[in-house]
């Protein structure tokens, strides 16, 4: 899906409760390798298209964890447990 069906242009018509973790230290891109050094350095900037989906998906849950990378689950789990936990615990009439 990453190279033959960009999704992004489709957030904005997510109509369901939505969280988003987001690692700010996450600088992750398949194939960065194979970039340009000029795109190198712009590539994975995760903090940024966090926040950016967070927009685009009306009344979404943004997370943003500090000193975490690509897997928030793994690197900070206690972080990661009480993001979903107070998610799925908060009423449901977001």
Do not use: W
């Not at 489709?10 to 390798?33: C, F, H, W, Y």
């Not at 995760?46 to 964890?65: Q, W």
């Amino acid at each position: 899906m990453i190279y033959e069906q960009p999704v992004v242009y489709e957030m904005g018509e997510i109509s369901r409760p939505t969280l988003l973790i987001i690692g700010q230290a996450d600088r992750t891109v398949v194939g960065k390798n194979r970039l340009p050094p000029s795109l190198q350095s712009v590539a994975g900037q995760y903090p940024e298209l966090g926040r950016k989906t967070h927009a685009a998906i009306k009344g979404s849950t943004l997370v943003e964890i500090a000193e975490c990378g690509h897997i928030p689950h793994i690197q900070k789990p206690d972080e990661f447990r009480n993001a979903v936990m107070t998610f799925f615990a908060a009423p449901s009439s977001r």
